[in-house]
């Protein structure tokens, strides 16, 4: 992939090479789920930091709205670990693609007028080792899922 990051600088999946990362998605008006995964991101940060070489991402599903400058001071405001914990926008159907073939992971437009939200994405957390290789899938909302993403990213330490 190869997106954009909160300097406005381009950002590829190269700049990952041999280090594992966890990525999410997210959008920084979202009012449902990504104000509680942009939380459990930061505490996973947090408590990770002895795993060498791990990285954070998390990528707008919106970039409409979500540029640069949004992303940083949306980064800012949470208290974002900016060594390790990268925001990333770009080209939406690159970013859509991304996300549906790359990751595996659910993204459609939500049909307001049916009261769903603007966009309806996945509340999962993807480990993805420093081959490019998906090591596993965990529902932040899972309690235990949280816990093996805690140790599946320890075991990928060097």
């Known amino acids: 992939f190869s997106l954009v990051d909160t300097s406005g600088e381009p950002f590829s999946n190269q700049k990952l090479a041999g280090n594992p990362y966890v990525v999410d998605l997210i959008f920084t008006h979202c009012a449902a789920i990504c104000p509680r995964m942009t939380s459990a991101m930061n505490k996973l940060e947090k408590e990770t930091r ?19 400058e949004v992303l940083d001071a949306y980064a800012d405001r949470v208290g974002a670990n900016r060594d390790r914990w990268f925001f990333l926008t770009g080209d939406k159907p690159q970013i859509w693609n ?27 957390f ?10 596993g899938v965990y529902d932040m909302r899972d309690a235990e899922a949280m816990l093996r993403l805690r140790g599946d990213v320890r075991s990928l330490s060097p």
Do not use: C, M, W
């Open 98 to 124: 991304l996300a549906s073939e790359g990751l595996l992971l659910p993204l459609l437009e939500g049909n307001q007028e049916l009261g769903d939200d603007e966009i309806i994405h996945s509340q999962y």
């Open 126 to 135: 993807v480990l993805v080792d420093g081959e490019a290789q998906i090591r």
């Open 50 to 68: 002895s795993v060498e070489g791990l990285k954070f991402l998390s990528i707008s599903v919106d970039p409409e709205r979500d540029t640069p």
